[in-house]
């Protein structure tokens, strides 16, 4: 049997070091996930649901849930994305290179926070999915920041090495320059190369998917 100790843990970690344990799991195998919270109980049944494992929790107290999820052998191959645009990988047709980029798949990102609220929140969600970004099975060809998303690849964010991650994955990073001079920030890239207005609209409009977090 597996064992994890999520408890305290931000998501998507629970959800992803879940998911690597169980990856070359023989069938049969169980892996318990010991977390502190309800929305982690139900991530992690969504990602069971998703591959087909089976599942099943045990309720200690408010802040102790045992999830156990079992490999069955009978994978799910139903691929989601969740963007505002909320475009199925069904009604495309899909284009893979051989390491698991999505061609004609972007991600933009124009704000160092994701959602609107409280901005604490906003910019722990965006560094999380950031990192979420850095474990998917499929990920975009592009990644594509401007406006408040430049500061994203510069000096003194959190989120400079998991770009750095996605661009060793052959992902690439583009930073708009316009973005970097207005913000004072052109010496302060850390990853990827400076883009223009025209190649991210160029990149926008020839685009399969666009993924807005």
């Known amino acids: 049997m ?10 998507p970690i629970p959800i992803i070091e ?28 969504k990602m069971a649901d998703h591959k087909g494992y089976s599942f099943g929790v045990q309720r200690k107290s408010a802040q102790e849930m045992i999830v156990r999820i079992s490999v069955s052998g009978e994978g799910s191959q139903t691929v989601q994305v969740d963007s505002e645009d909320a475009v ?6 899909v284009s893979m290179t051989e390491d698991g980029i999505r061609k004609g798949m972007i991600a933009v990102i124009s704000s160092g926070t994701m959602g609107t609220g409280d901005e604490k929140l906003g910019k722990t969600l965006m560094k999380g999915f950031i990192y979420a970004l850095t474990q998917q099975d499929i990920m975009p060809e592009t990644v594509l920041l401007y406006n408040g998303g430049a500061f994203l690849s510069c000096q003194g964010s959190d989120s400079v090495q998991d770009l750095k991650t996605l661009e060793e994955k052959g992902v690439k990073i583009l930073t708009c320059g316009t973005c970097l001079n207005y913000y004072e920030l052109s010496e302060k890239l ?24």
Do not use: H, W
């Open 18 to 45: 879940a998911k690597k344990a169980l990856e070359n799991a023989p069938v049969g195998e169980i892996c318990e996930v010991i977390v502190d919270n309800e929305i982690a109980v139900q991530n992690l049944k």
């Open 88 to 93: 199925s990988y069904a009604d495309c047709k």
């Open 2 to 11: 597996i064992r994890l100790d999520e408890r305290g843990k931000e998501c």
């Open 190 to 213: 850390e990853v990827g190369t400076v883009t223009n207005l025209y190649e991210i609209a160029e990149k926008e409009t020839a685009a399969s998917i666009i993924i807005r977090p």
